[in-house]
């Protein structure tokens, strides 16, 4: 069973700081991986999504990363800004070989403080 | 607007007493999705849908049901609720999953089940 693990738990940088946020899979047969960002009491907003066959994907100061054999994803957050404070959640897509076609795993989450 | 929705948006209810949380979108998506979010646990998928007449279970399906009679509505069934299913659930849907495309999110319901 696929199981997806974020650490930190909860982060607090100041304003400006770069810093990455990890994810961690167990099963290397993923389709794709995205990275979400919840704030509270809101549902999730999309940031970015990896193909299985891409290593990186970049959106402004966002940049993921995925290196499958190793089954960990980063997510670069650069000069960071308070209105960047929110939890992080990545979730893997498994592969269709893999029987679990369809089904999302997500991580617990990253909580990001980011202090002016 | 493109958006999914969710009502109700909070709901307190009593063990046992049979509700239903709807969602629907308006984009004409074929995949929907029905997650739960715990403390600790993160979110779980309970039941999705590939296409209209098309669910299968997610990994946390017990004490749920859907349906699909509609490409537009994904309601959420909780024929005898109990204090466990307590959470904050959240629909969303997709043009299709296993592609480029992103999963949207509804707001959020949070049930309480004393």
Not at chain 1, 56 to 79: F, H
Request: with cysteine; glycine share 8%; net charge positive.
């Amino acid at each position: 069973k696929q199981e997806v693990t974020q650490i930190p738990a909860a982060l607090s940088v100041p304003e400006g700081e770069n810093l990455v946020l990890n994810c961690s899979f167990t099963d290397s047969a993923i389709y794709n991986l995205q990275w979400f960002r919840q704030d509270p009491g809101k549902g999730l907003t999309s940031l970015l999504l990896i193909q299985s066959s891409q290593r990186e994907q970049t959106s402004g100061r966002l940049n993921a990363s995925l290196d499958k054999s190793s089954g960990r994803s980063t997510l670069y957050i650069a000069a960071s800004q308070p209105g960047d404070s929110a939890t992080y959640l990545c979730a893997v897509l498994l592969h269709p070989n893999s029987g679990g076609y369809q089904k999302v795993t997500f991580g617990t989450g990253t909580k990001l403080q980011v202090i002016p | 607007e493109a958006q999914v929705t969710q009502n109700p948006r909070y709901l307190i209810t009593v063990t046992g007493k049979k509700l239903t949380v709807t969602c629907s979108q308006n984009m004409n998506h074929e995949y929907m999705s029905w997650y739960r979010q715990d403390p600790g646990l993160g979110l779980r998928q309970i039941y999705y849908s590939m296409n209209v007449e098309v669910t299968d279970k997610g990994d946390v399906p017990e004490g749920y049901k859907v349906s699909r009679k509609e490409k537009r509505n994904f309601p959420l069934i909780l024929e005898s609720p109990s204090p466990n299913q307590t959470s904050l659930y959240f629909c969303a849907s997709s043009p299709r999953l296993a592609g480029v495309e992103t999963q949207y999110f509804g707001p959020g319901t949070r049930l309480l089940v004393l």
